[in-house]
Each structure stands twice: as C-alpha cells, then as structure tokens.
C-alpha cells in the first residue's frame, strides 16, 4: 500500500507528498520531518510572506480604478464572483420548476424576503448612525482647520490689501530719472508678489488638510454599508428568483396561455362570419406562442465558471487541431531530411508570429467560411453536441481555437520531428531485419520510440495554448476567461480591479493542473525514467 | 611463419562434410568481400578487403580478431545492415541484398523495444514471417521460443525490469523464432558477466544442436569461440582485414563444456588462435594488405576442392 502511494505520487509528480506518506508509516520521522519542512512549509511561508507583502504594500499605491486591492479584497471578490454564479444557477433552476416544489420554493423565498425587511432597516439605520458619528467626528477635526482658514485668509487679505496701497501710493512719487529708486520699488513689487504666493499656498496646504481628513476612511461607516449591500443583493436575487418561481415562471405563463387558448376555441366553436376569422387567426398565433414559451429557457447571463469551461473547451479545441497538424507533419519531417527542408522556412517563419496578429486573420477566414452563423450546419451541429451545445460555439470561438492551434503547434512539431529523428538505430535495425512496411515501422517502432519527446512538446503546446487563449478571447470577444478580464476592464465598477486579480489566480491554477496532467501523461508513454524529468 | 592448421581437420568432420550436397557444403559463400569508406581525401580506405570464406549448411563458424579489425563489418555486411563495397555474399544460393529476416541477428546490445514486453518483442517478429499462421499459433511459437530461452515466466515484463542476462535471452528468443537461414551472433554476451556469459553459451549450443541453424558468432574470446564452433576463422588486423587462418575444431555436438576443455588438444588449440592473435599484434599491418593472396573461389563444380576450408594461408 505504502509503495503503491509513493509511486501513484511520483507518476503523479506530487513528489512534495512522498514525505508525509513516509511520515504516516512511521519510517525516519526525522528525516521525514526535514523533508516536510524544505517541500511543503518553506514554500507555505514563502507564499504567506508574498501575500503579507502584497496586504502591505498594495493600499499604497492608488489608480484611477482604486486602491490595488489586498488579498483579503481579492478573495471577497473571488466569492462574489461565485455568489453570482450560485444564484444565477438558481434563478435558472427557478424558471423551469413546477407544481408542488415550484410552490414550496417559493414559500421558502418568500419567508427569506419577510425576514430580510427588518434586517434591512436595521442596516439601513446603522448606515445613517455611522454617517452621523462620521460627519460629527470629522467636523470636530475638521473645525479648528476651518477657522484657522478662515482667520488667516482674511489676515492675508487685508495685509495684501494694505501692501498694494502703500505701493500704488508710492508708485506716485517716483521720479522720472531717478533709475535706483525705480529699480528699488520694482524689488518691492517681486517682494509683494512672492509673499502673496506664499500665503495662498499656506491657505491651499490647510485646504488640503481638511480634504483628506474628510476622504478618510471611516471603518464602521465602511462596514455599515458592506452590510447594507450584502443584504440589498440579497433582496434583488430574492426578489428575481420569486419572479422566475411566480410570474415569470414558465409552466404559470404556459398555463395561463393555455387557458386563453381553451377559451377562445370554445368561443370559436358558435362564431360565425369574421368574428370566426379573427378568433382561428387568434388561437393560431396562441398556439405559436405556447409552442415558444414551451421551449424557452432562463436567460442566464454568463458567470466566470461557465467562462473558464467554455475557455477549458476552446483551448482543447485548439490543442487538437494544433495536435493533429502538428504530429504527422513532424513525423514526415523526422523521417525525411528533405521534406524538413521543404518545411523549414515556414517553420521558421510563422513561429514567432504573435496570436495578435493571427486572431484578426482567422476570423476573417473563418468568417468568410460561416458568413451567417445561424444557419450554418457546423454551428448547429456543435450547438447539439451534449456537453458543448450550451456554449454557444460561434465564428469567434472557432477562430479563437485556430489561433491556440497556430501558436502552439510549433512545439510538439519540432519535438516530434526531433523524436522521430533521433531513434535509436538498433530500434531501426530491427525494423530492417524484420523488412517491416511502412505502416508497422511508423506504428511499432517510429511513434511508440519518439511517443516521449511527441508528449513532451504536447506539454509545451498546452501551455502556450492556454497562454494564448486568454489574449485570443480578449481580442475577440468569444466567452471566456478573456472576455471576463476585458469586460472587467471596461466596467469600471468598485470590484473589477479584485476580480481581475481573481482571474491571475484562477488562469494561474489550471495552467497549473493541466501541466501536471501532460507530465502524467508524459510518465505514463516513457519507457525509460530518464525522459520523464519534470 | 605460422602452421597452416588444416592438418587439424579430424577424419570425423571430413566425413560429415563429404556426405553433403555441394548446396550445403557452400550454404553461405564469402567471396572477395569489400568494404571501403571514403577518407576526407576523396580515397577510399578498405576496412575489410578480399574476405573470403565457405561455410557449409548447419556449420557454427566463429570469426575472431582484434576489436576494431572489421569483423563485426563483416557480420553487419552479411546481415545486410551494411553495404558491401565490392564483392558478394551468396547465403543459401541467393546472394543477398538488404537485411531481411531470413538472416538473424543478435546484437551485443540486446536492442529489444522498451515499449514492448519480451512477448510483444518476440511476436513483432513472428507475426512477421508467419504471416499466414492463426493468432493462437502465433502466440504459441512466441510462448515456445521464450520459454526455450528460459524466459516462461518472465515473458510478460518490459525490458527494462529485465537483467541484461535476461534481455539477452530475448534477443535470442526474438532472432531463432525467425526461423533463420543464417543466424548471427555479434559479440552476444560480451557485455555479461562470465556466469551469465557460460549459460546463454549453452542455451544457444542447445537451440543450434536442435535447429541446426547454420551460425557465424563474432567474439574476441578465445575459450568461447573453442567451445561453441565447428570451425574458428581469424581475421587479421585492419585496414584491409581479411581472413587470416582457419581452423578446425575436433569436437563433436552436442557437447560437453568440461569434456572440451579437458580434450587433450584443447591447450593446443587454444594457443595456436593465441599465437595468431599475438602474431597479429607484432606485424605491421601494411604488407599484409598489399599481398592479396587467395585463389578466386568460383561456384562451378569444377572448383570442388576442399579450398573452402583453406583461405588465406596460402599465401605464408
């Protein structure tokens, strides 16, 4: 059992495990505990100090979206982002529930909403207490600095006055030759202009002063309205979600139709003349609409878990069009030195071209292929597929998976083609002796030998596809992780900064996860342990 | 300077090879055999030059020398890995073009696919050559020649959880379950220890004496090309190497390792491929391979003198 852990963890590359398992079976807990320290708590600390550093230094520095957000910010966007995934799934869940647990959810909504009227005064009333104790306890900082304002600007007002009469009154006797008295008054004038920029930058200091005292942070007025929002969300999803559980609901609007269709059949059955054209035209259009609420579903807006599957599906798209370009064309080049000539230039050429510049070309290209999305077969088949049909796959998706594809493939191609090149020669002698044909080299002795080095460029490849991906989506607007740092972006509002930070960690760990996936994977295909370095 | 050996021929083999038809008594035909590479002058070098040598049907022929002479050129040229400068190979009346598995080998690395199990390793080949046959009759020959090589209960692991002892063994397994003309042996066990080494000897005598599989086994051990050969044939040094001496063994197959080195001509034996050798290590290379020294050997009856066991020599 023990060895068996130990190896699924190192298969696994979780090697920072092995300890702890060692620890468990009582084997050198010394030396175990070491281990531990140097693979799990130093990085731990390491971690903590980055995000001590980042608490401490991030409330410094102010842009114009805000301070940068600390941690603790971050991680209140990070659940707020799945808050509204959560209730969206709910209203979701809402529109299409009937009968007896349509009936009991909405009680249960209902009794929340009750019980929420009070709670919401009561913040709302903390909201104004706190406003009050702010407002008196910064006008009680704020006074002195007023009057002290006040006193001195009317001093430096009259004291300006009164230096500009005595050298408009002086301004009078001087005479008309006397060049050093001219000279001397004018001194006097630069004297007067510099002290009278000197009191109004005192006055401006002091200005200032009272400006910051007012913009500070008030933490109970902070918290009174952390609390007032909190629960007037609450109140909006309740109220939206008895919407989609009473009115809105979608077996009470069928019902309801149906109703008025029954009525007006009944009424059609003794009409005569065109009071029967009218009713038939009616109970037609009727049955049309009964059929469309039949179909419909909640229009739910997209949230970022939806957004990092549809991204997880795009750059697996785009792996495996880049997979299936990239692996026989290296395979050609690994087993013909003319043919790597042949495709040497364009490797060379296109690899280091930018995912900026290829989305605006795919989509172009895959625009002229799908002028009109609506009716194209291949949107609606993949619209029916079972797991990919609610993504809504259009033109930008495809031309984003195309530019993932474009990118990433150059790696597993130039690993491939330096798989299939470097086979050993014994392996290829045996082919000879045996006269193997071309398909059995290729699928018995050719792959299987650079399998590998083909995994450890399909490793690569899906890095730099994820890389990708983020700034494909950004640019294209397909649905997606991009998207959401875009729409962010653009939104401006109080938590976009803390979501996009969100998002640096999100895009961080399923990099991470699926690099450890292709390092399995990589184990997994070597025959020799030397290979699979992490 | 050194003895002809052919007066070592014992009536016994004389026997057996006058009993055949003169198909099996020239079953693989060395003639003139070539191999040149072009130095960065533009001249050509002759690592083996005029090699020559008869082997007769189900006949274990050792080639030794010193290492770098060109004998595994040799073995490489016959297997047809190797492109032969000028000259030709004739193996059972066909001179050979390319490799194929008509011809065997077992390399001294044992070569196997490490991303197959010694079963899988052995099967790529026998599905291969019997094309025709049933999978479970396929499977069975795979099984067989496995566990003939001592490998039954190993068959299902990968090479690299086998001893190199044990991967050597499939390479035996994967070469006779080829069902060879010729089996070719390169320095198979020089990279075991010498218990191994004295097994895998007796694991291939016993398989040759029941498959008479006619056999050139490359070593630069003396002892071992003594005990597993009807014939030793030395090769001189490079460049230019060619056929130095032959000799002929005096013991009979199957055969007993203790009863061959306790024959009484075995030290004799011995120190005449030793004095070759060593003879080999004090002459210069050069005259040697200026002189070239052997009656062309043709394939018409009228050639039918016992030349094929005399080569080089003539020319001492």
């Known amino acids: ?534 | 300077m050194i003895q002809p050996i052919t007066e070592n021929l014992t009536p016994a083999a004389e026997a057996k090879t006058d009993g055949m038809a003169l198909a099996e008594r020239r079953f693989v035909e060395f003639y003139e055999v070539t191999k040149a590479y072009p130095n960065p002058y533009g001249e050509d070098i002759a690592v083996v030059k005029g090699f020559n040598l008869i082997v007769s049907k189900g006949e274990v022929v050792s080639v030794i020398g010193h290492s770098g002479c060109g004998k595994s050129t040799v073995l490489t040229m016959v297997a047809g890995l190797n492109d032969i400068s000028s000259g030709g190979i004739v193996v059972g009346g066909r001179e050979i073009v390319g490799p194929g598995p008509d011809r065997a080998v077992v390399f001294q690395a044992p070569c196997l696919l490490p991303w197959m199990t010694a079963f899988q390793n052995v099967k790529i080949g026998v599905d291969r050559v019997y094309p025709q046959a049933s999978k479970q009759d396929r499977k069975q020959l795979c099984e067989y020649y496995l566990s003939v090589v001592g490998l039954a209960d190993a068959m299902h692991r990968y090479p690299k959880e086998l001893s190199g002892g044990m991967q050597q063994r499939v390479g035996i397994a994967r070469a006779i379950a080829l069902k060879p003309r010729m089996l070719l042996l390169d320095e198979p066990f020089g990279r075991l220890d010498s218990l191994t080494r004295m097994e895998l000897q007796d694991v291939i005598l016993d398989i040759l004496n029941r498959e008479k599989i006619t056999t050139m086994v490359i070593t630069h051990d003396v002892d071992e090309a003594i005990y597993m050969s009807d014939r030793v044939c030395m090769m001189t040094n490079g460049p230019g190497a060619r056929v130095g001496q032959v000799l002929q063994l005096p013991f009979e197959r199957p055969r007993e390792r203790h009863a061959v080195l306790e024959h009484p001509d075995y030290y004799d034996l011995r120190g005449c491929l030793l004095s070759f050798l060593e003879g080999q290590d004090r002459r210069p290379a050069e005259p040697e391979v200026a002189v070239t020294a052997h009656e062309p050997v043709t394939t018409d009856a009228a050639a039918e003198v016992e030349e094929e066991l005399v080569t080089a020599d003539a020319a001492h």
């Open chain 1, 1 to 534: 059992m023990k060895y068996k852990l130990i190896k699924a963890i190192d298969v696994a590359g979780l090697t920072f495990l092995t300890p702890v398992v060692r620890l468990c079976y009582g084997e050198e807990p010394k030396k175990q505990l070491q281990e531990i320290g140097r693979f799990i708590v130093v990085p731990l600390i390491a971690f903590a100090v980055f995000v001590g550093l980042w608490g401490a230094i991030a409330p410094r520095h102010k842009t114009k979206s805000g301070e940068v957000p600390t941690p603790l910010v971050v991680w209140d966007a990070a659940s707020s982002i799945w808050r509204f995934h959560d209730r969206e799934a709910d209203k979701e869940d809402a529109y299409g529930l009937s009968g007896k647990t349509r009936e009991q959810k909405l009680a249960i909504v209902e009794k929340r909403l009750s019980q929420l009227e009070p709670l919401e005064t009561l913040a709302n009333q903390h909201v104004k207490e706190a406003n009050a104790a702010r407002t008196t306890s910064v006008e009680e900082l704020v006074g002195p600095i007023l009057t002290q304002y006040e006193k001195l600007d009317a001093e430096f007002s009259a004291a300006q006055t009164e230096r500009e009469a005595a050298l408009k009154r002086d301004a009078g006797l001087l005479a008309s030759a006397d060049r050093a008295a001219r000279e001397a008054y004018l001194q006097r004038v630069r004297d007067h202009a510099a002290k009278t920029e000197a009191e109004r930058e005192q006055l401006k200091e002091l200005k200032a002063e009272e400006t910051a005292i007012r913009a500070e942070k008030f933490p109970q007025l902070v918290n009174a309205l952390k609390a007032q929002t909190r629960i007037a969300e609450e109140r909006q999803y309740l109220g939206k979600l008895s919407e989609q559980l009473g009115h809105g609901n979608r077996t009470l609007k069928l019902d309801e139709q149906m109703a008025q269709l029954r009525a007006d059949q009944v009424t059609f059955l003794s009409a005569e003349g065109d009071a029967a054209f009218m009713l038939a035209q009616r109970i037609v259009r009727q049955e049309a609409r009964i059929q469309k609420t039949s179909e419909s579903t909640y229009a739910k807006p997209w949230t970022l878990p939806m957004q990092i599957y549809r991204s997880l599906a795009c750059v697996f798209a785009g792996f495996l069009i880049g997979s299936a370009i990239a692996i026989p064309i290296g395979v050609l080049c690994g087993l013909s030195k003319t043919f790597m000539a042949a495709m040497t230039p364009f490797i060379a050429l296109f690899k280091p071209v930018s995912p900026i510049v290829w989305l605006p070309i795919a989509l172009i290209i895959v625009g002229g292929f799908i002028p009109d999305p609506d009716k194209h077969w291949l949107i609606d088949f993949l619209a029916n597929l079972p797991l990919l049909g609610w993504m809504k796959i259009n033109p930008a998706f495809i031309a984003s998976a195309i530019t993932v594809a474009l990118c990433s493939l150059w790696a597993t191609m130039t690993n491939t083609a330096l798989g299939v090149a470097s086979i050993d020669k014994d392996h290829l002698n045996v082919a000879r002796v045996l006269r193997l044909g071309f398909k059995d080299r290729l699928f018995k002795i050719v792959i299987p030998s650079s399998l590998p080095l083909i995994f450890a460029g399909l490793r690569i490849s899906l890095g730099v596809g994820w890389m990708v991906l983020i700034a494909a989506e950004l640019l294209s607007s397909s649905e997606g992780i991009g998207k959401f740092v875009w729409d962010q972006f653009n939104n401006g509002a109080s938590d976009s900064f803390a979501k996009m930070m969100v998002v640096v960690f999100v895009v961080g760990l399923i990099g991470l996860v699926l690099d450890r996936i292709m390092i399995v994977f990589q184990r997994l295909v070597s025959f020799d342990d030397a290979a699979a370095a992490i």
